[in-house]
């Protein structure tokens, strides 16, 4: 059965029953942000510390308990937090064939060295969670160091499969295995798969959790986040969690909509975000693809064969239609540009896609089209590999490092003015960990660490890699832990 699926934020009928979110200033500290809370009768229930974000409970007089929580200067906003759902409905019959990767030139793409992409770039699919078993996804996916896929905020658990087949679909487009001699190809050949589910069976979730779901992400490694629904109206969460992404290097593509009208929906109107529109088969805007200025590429959207559940569908692949689908085209592509150029940050790809594109409309970007339909063969032949210099020398001390005997040194040969990022990485290439320049003290010639990852917690026993940029130049090297 072909689909045509638009994920979107709901009006007040779908709101959570006495819920909201509340978002305090970034200088507001974490004991005044309970104290309001408390001092407010509102119940706290969960937090996303990156963003001062809060979401509260309110039992009763909730208009009157708002007012006052505005009142405080600390308080940004506080607003009734929404709910995010799936609607699908009966469509063509499916196709049996991909005709998407050779509209973008993917198969000229694969043919140019380093088009495979990495292992170590992933790819967060932010969705109604992967069916992570499947043939052409199982070797695809991004593994934590506890042996998870990923995060259900749904139902707070590390197991985030699909119960609707949505984000199952979406994965599969940017990243099924190719040469598996099973089902289809996805774009990015060796990017992982980090599945994070924040709709449930209904399609139906929380901004909330979308936020928390974005900023996990970053926090654990993702280079490349999915987005494949959006709404008419901005979310602030939202908002705070995209930039916090694009601010810690991850791009982001989203949906620009399915109602076939002017208006991009959110987040892919967000400046941080790339908004990718649908096309069909003859290179034509999609009837139902939203438009606008804020457009930035179109993707094959329209009878689009990908996997899905079979314990839902029946079988293991479908086409469906929608920028739902054209989204995570973009991300495979975007997958790829960052494992040939890991330096690149995400306006670098969002000038990479936007100045290799097809003109599909008039000369030059315009509403419709955006800068033109995405092209991997020109993307990834504009690419120069990315050389590593390292100039800066550097050790680490103690190796292996114990962490209950307190911290590791890094030590500079040539003592740096000023430490650009000093980044640690884990053995499946996830950063773990990203330590300052508060922590190096420059007539020692050393950088310290505590041994705790960006979650705050110590990481566990194994090998790690660390990579730092200084205005002396670059300098890697390796460590082990042990308990």
């Known amino acids: 059965m072909l689909k045509k699926l638009l994920l979107i934020f709901l009006a007040s009928g779908w709101l959570y029953c006495g819920q909201y979110v509340l978002k305090f200033s970034s200088a507001t500290?974490?004991?005044r942000q309970k104290e309001i809370i408390f001092i407010s009768s509102a119940t706290p229930v969960k937090q996303i510390p990156e963003l001062n974000l809060w979401r509260i409970k309110i039992e009763k007089n909730e208009d009157k308990i708002v007012e006052n929580l505005l009142n405080f200067e600390e308080v940004e906003y506080c607003n009734k937090e929404k709910r995010i759902k799936a609607l699908w409905e009966p469509h063509d019959p499916l196709y049996s064939q991909q005709w998407g990767l050779s509209a973008i030139n993917m198969?000229?793409?694969?043919?140019?060295?380093a088009s495979s992409g990495s292992s170590f770039v992933i790819?967060?699919?932010i969705d109604t969670g992967v069916?992570?078993?499947?043939?052409?996804?199982k070797d695809k996916m991004w593994q934590s160091n506890e042996g998870f896929c990923g995060y259900d905020f749904v139902n707070g658990d590390n197991d985030p499969v699909d119960d609707n087949g949505h984000g199952t679909h979406v994965a599969g487009i940017a990243a099924a295995s190719v040469n598996n001699q099973k089902g289809i190809s996805g774009v990015a050949m060796k990017p992982k798969i980090m599945a994070l589910k924040v709709?449930?069976?209904d399609g139906e979730g929380s901004e909330f959790d979308l936020a928390d779901a974005i900023v996990w992400a970053t926090k654990n490694g993702a280079r490349v986040i999915n987005i494949s629904l959006g709404s008419e109206e901005p979310s602030s969460?939202?908002?705070d969690a995209c930039r916090f992404a694009y601010n810690n290097g991850s791009f982001i593509a989203a949906a620009t909509g399915n109602d076939g009208v002017e208006g991009i929906y959110y987040p892919a109107k967000f400046s941080t975000t790339f908004s990718v529109g649908a096309?069909?088969?003859?290179?034509t805007r999609s009837s139902f693809s939203n438009y606008g200025?804020?457009?930035d590429v179109v993707a094959p959207g329209e009878n689009i064969l990908s996997t899905v559940p079979s314990y839902i569908s029946g079988t293991d692949y479908e086409a469906w239609n929608g920028t739902s689908m054209a989204t995570p085209f973009v991300s495979g592509l975007a997958a790829i540009v960052f494992s040939i150029r890991p330096d690149y940050s995400p306006d670098d790809v969002f000038s990479v896609l936007r100045n290799n594109a097809q003109d599909l409309g008039i000369s030059g970007k315009d509403d419709y089209y955006g800068y033109g339909l995405i092209d991997a063969q020109a993307v990834v032949s504009s690419l120069t590999p990315f050389e590593y210099t390292f100039a800066q020398k550097i050790t680490s001390f103690p190796n292996p490092y114990r962490i209950s005997n307190g911290v590791l040194y890094f030590c500079f040969e040539d003592a740096p003015q000023e430490i650009k990022k000093f980044y640690i990485y884990n053995l499946s290439g996830a950063k773990i960990a990203s330590i300052d320049s508060s922590s190096y003290f420059p007539d020692k010639k050393i950088l310290i660490w505590d041994g705790k990852n960006i979650n705050g917690d110590e990481v566990s026993t194994g090998i790690y890699f660390y990579y730092a940029e200084t205005d002396k130049g670059k300098g890697k090297g390796r460590f082990a832990v042990i308990k």
């Open 29 to 31: 500290p974490l004991q």
């Open 107 to 113: 198969p000229f793409a694969w043919d140019i060295s």
């Open 123 to 125: 790819i967060a699919v």
């Open 131 to 137: 069916f992570y078993e499947h043939e052409d996804l």
């Open 199 to 201: 709709l449930n069976s």
């Open 237 to 239: 969460a939202e908002e």
């Open 279 to 283: 096309i069909d088969s003859t290179l």
């Open 293 to 295: 200025p804020e457009l």
